[in-house]
Nanobody, 118 residues
């Protein structure tokens, strides 16, 4: 199983970035896909989730600024980030929870750094 994130980088406050996570080795259409982030000294926190059933959920801190989407034909999940602020600086991790016949298995990507300068 591989979850490969891309799209991170350095951006000025107010700018935008789009993260991508390409998955392989999982049944993507049966997986809840999420983005988490971890800043230095902080715990990893949920940013956004896109469930296999088509619902989405966001952390309060990113509502209205970030948008999660998925393309099941490409086994890829995206995170469109706009109006970025320095507090969004973190390593962003892709997460997959595959649910097959009641068995849930969780996978993580290695992360991509997002740095927002003021």
């Amino acid at each position: 199983v591989q979850l490969v994130e891309s799209g991170g980088g350095l951006v000025q406050a107010g700018g935008s970035l789009r993260l991508s996570c390409a998955a392989s080795g999982i049944i993507f259409s049966l997986s809840d896909m999420g983005w988490y982030r971890q800043a230095p000294g902080d715990e990893r926190e949920l940013v956004a989730i896109s469930t296999s059933g088509g619902t989405t959920k966001y952390a309060d801190s990113v509502k209205g600024r970030f948008s999660i989407s998925r393309d099941n034909t490409k086994a890829t999940v995206y995170l469109q980030m706009s109006s970025l602020i320095p507090e969004d600086t973190a390593v962003y991790y892709c997460n997959a929870i595959q649910n097959v016949i009641g068995t849930r298995t969780e996978y993580w990507g290695r992360g991509t750094q997002v740095t927002v300068s003021s």
